[in-house]
């Protein structure tokens, strides 16, 4: 009964944390589509109150948050006295996003003109997002894992960038001084072929400078594929590394009790969600290893 209760409780709270991760998912794409439908003269003349209001209602919410997690932030720092750590929220990058998610609009709503800036401050809300969603954190942990890898091709293409820079400078400066006169001028040049965009508003008219344009152009689509490749790569070996933890806590559950328990489960599925498993995956690993512990025990039992 008392497992069953904890394994209740602990559902509800699941249930309360996806309502309340829901909601503000929601509230902060409402609020930002608002924020980009009054750029609209059409749309921001004609429901000007309803799109004021909807941004008021949003920016109350935030705020709420902000507090609360201002209030919590002593439970993620145990070992700090309570103010220091809601001092260190507050400074911190996610403690800063969730202040101006908020307080750009409430300089608005005291009399202070929209701008562009506050708008663009007002966005960062967007950044929120990140806090609701593993793939970010499996994303984080990719560049960190890749950040030599990612340091080395971006190094790459800045060297790449200056000597494609300077070779076009050398070939067409003399006939298009306007694009080409100097070498911060053939950057431009460089960024958008390196890159592949090819937006065609400078080019090369001599054939040197064509040639020399067709080697860059082919030396761009492997430097921009670099990172690319990278990140897919290090995706791979995160996911990798994830299952095979996973793996390693059923193994060491099952190991202990002989069977998992409904807490067992309960503590999976925490974990699952943490490590940004699908819950079939981790069905998956759980099936093969209760498989794997079966035939080990019947081997053992013949012998």
Known sequence: ???????????????????????????????????????????????????????????????????????????????????????????????????????????????????????????????????????????ADVLKDEKDSLLVSIMLMFIVLIFSSVGIYIFESDVQPGAFGSIPKAMWWAIVTLTTVGYGDVTPVTVPGRVFATFITIAGVGLVSLPAGIIASGFTEQLRLRRERFQLEVEQMIDEEGQLTSEDLGQLEEDRRKLGLTEDNARLIINQVKQREQLMQRELRKR
């Open 1 to 139: 009964m008392r497992a069953k209760a904890i394994e209740l409780k602990k559902k509800q709270g699941s249930l309360t944390e996806k309502i309340f991760t829901g909601a503000i998912i929601f509230v902060i794409f409402g609020s930002s589509m608002c924020l980009v439908l009054q750029t609209e003269p059409t749309i921001g003349e004609k429901f000007k109150h309803q799109l004021v209001i909807v941004e008021a209602i949003a920016s109350l919410i935030f705020l709420l948050e902000y507090l609360f997690r201002i209030w919590k932030s002593p439970v993620n720092a145990p070992g700090l006295d309570p103010w220091k750590a809601r001092i260190r929220y507050a400074l911190s990058f996610m403690g800063l996003v969730d202040l101006f998610s908020f307080l750009p609009s409430f300089v608005v709503f005291f009399g202070r003109n929209q701008t562009p800036q506050l708008m663009l401050l007002q966005l960062l809300r967007l950044i929120k997002l990140t806090r609701y969603s593993m793939a970010f954190d499996l994303l």
